[in-house]
């Protein structure tokens, strides 16, 4: 009788590990962390910026990582640019427009490629971009890594992180920003690194 009780709490238990569900990440960093690094290469200049604002939240199942989805947003205004000129010609109606476009969004709708090794997963994450009030589906190739138990190490709460890296470009004429002028000192092509970690605390 005994041992099948054992038996059954067993199974139980594999139950509910089978079918756990999927964990919620907050991307919302109090220690300001979290960045996308942002770089054009023209002719007669380069030009590197961070952003910091960073926000948003992302479903994923480490049993099925294939069915990620959710939201990042950055604040625009978070852009920063270590030229304070170049910092507030960034931020004006003339280029970025940070009061009446306040956010820039990325929506993971689909994942395709995955490839999952250890606690490990690629994928060629679509979904849809918004950024200076024009948005346009793009795949980004995402690398996010699964962190069991870490983020007291990080925090001091109890709870698991989710560590997404991506490098990828965007063009700035698809999203209305001054499209074919002045690409002698900024290129039409932007260069994104995105370097984030997302909290699901428990308890």
Do not use: C
Not at 177 to 200: C, F, R, T, Y
């Amino acid at each position: 009788m005994k041992n099948k009780f054992v038996a059954a709490l067993g199974f139980i238990a594999l139950a509910a590990t089978a079918f756990a569900a999927p964990l919620e990440f907050d991307f919302k960093d109090p220690k300001g962390v979290n960045n996308v690094i942002f770089k054009t290469d023209a002719p007669l200049e380069s030009i590197n910026g961070t952003a910091t604002g960073i926000s948003g939240n992302v479903t994923f199942d480490p049993d099925n990582p294939g069915a990620v989805k959710g939201k990042i947003v950055v604040q625009s205004a978070s852009l920063h640019l270590g030229n304070p000129m170049q910092k507030e010609h960034l931020h004006s109606d003339k280029w970025l427009d940070v009061t009446r476009y306040p956010e820039i969004t990325f929506e993971v709708e689909s994942a395709k490629n995955v490839k999952t090794e250890g606690n490990v997963t690629t994928a060629d994450v679509g979904g849809k971009m918004s950024l200076h009030g024009a948005t346009k589906p793009i795949t980004v190739p995402v690398k996010m890594t699964f962190l069991k138990d870490k983020l007291k190490a990080r925090t001091g709460k109890e709870g698991d992180l989710l560590v997404i890296r991506a490098n990828f470009k965007i063009r700035r004429s698809d999203f209305r920003i001054n499209p074919g002028q002045m690409e002698d000192k900024v290129s039409d092509d932007i260069e994104l690194n995105l370097s984030i970690a997302g909290a699901a605390p428990r308890g």
